[in-house]
T-cell receptor, first 121, second 111 residues
Framework: GAGVSQTPSNKVTEKGKYVELRCDPISGHTALYWYRQSLGQGPEFLIYFQGTGAADDSGLPNDRFFAVRPEGSVSTLKIQRTERGDSAVYLC???????????????????FGPGTRLTVT | KQEVTQIPAALSVPEGENLVLNCSFTDSAIYNLQWFRQDPGKGLTSLLLIQSSQREQTSGRLNASLDKSSGRSTLYIAASQPGDSATYLCAVDDGNNRLAFGKGNQVVVIP
């Protein structure tokens, strides 16, 4: 089946502008995640959705960043008043939470999209 | 806060040699550990997921081990091929439904 898709693949914007990045998760996956990866670094967590609600937004760097998932499927990451420091690859992932019967652990695999490379000039 | 370290940051090996990539994490209370592959300019491809109750996982030429008590995981790639050249990322889930990543091991397999 189709994997996680993200649009656009590349976005160049001027400092101070508003941008929206879109993520289409794998069909049926209830959990959706946004990460940000700067050059030479591993991805850093931004926000996690379970269904329509943001279960954990502790990774958002400041109030210029906001994300929504109104129908529990597609998500949009919104960045206001962009700064040059926002330049990075924004990665989206989805997963289907499962639990091992009889075990206390919940284990799942996150599947990542190709990312959106954002460049703020 | 969980800290994930991957050593070495970069390595080159001749084709056919086995690859050994190391990952360490500071908090042993993890739910699972996942290894990813990332090609230049691309997203992440999941390779293996090890649950906290497991000690290893295998897929083809790949084998990943997990030692929770010492905070370590090792990814072995047998009989390396030029197509294995990529960055390999280790990520830990501490039960909060978010992954903490290392910076990666950048691998070059020389034909």
């Amino acid at each position: 089946g189709a994997g996680v898709s993200q649009t656009p693949s590349n976005k160049v914007t001027e400092k101070g502008k508003y941008v929206e990045l879109r993520c289409d998760p794998i069909s049926g996956h209830t959990a959706l995640y946004w990460y940000r990866q700067s050059l030479g670094q591993g991805p850093e967590f931004l926000i996690y959705f379970q269904g329509t609600g943001a279960a954990d937004d502790s990774g958002l760097p400041n109030d210029r960043f906001f994300a929504v998932r109104p129908e529990g499927s597609v998500s949009t990451l919104k960045i206001q008043r962009t700064e040059r420091g926002d330049s990075a690859v924004y990665l989206c992932a989805s997963s289907s939470l499962t639990s091992d019967r009889g075990l206390i652990n919940i284990s799942y695999e996150q599947y990542f999209g190709p990312g959106t490379r954002l460049t703020v000039t | 806060k969980q800290e994930v370290t991957q050593i070495p940051a970069a390595l080159s090996v001749p084709e056919g040699e086995n690859l050994v990539l190391n990952c360490s994490f500071t908090d042993s209370a993890i739910y699972n550990l996942q290894w990813f592959r990332q090609d230049p300019g691309k997203g992440l491809t999941s390779l293996l997921l090890i649950q906290s109750s497991q000690r290893e996982q295998t897929s083809g030429r790949l084998n990943a081990s997990l030692d929770k008590s010492s905070g370590r995981s090792t990814l072995y790639i047998a009989a390396s091929q030029p197509g294995d050249s990529a960055t390999y990322l280790c990520a830990v889930d501490d039960g909060n439904n978010r992954l903490a990543f290392g910076k990666g091991n950048q691998v070059v397999v020389i034909p």
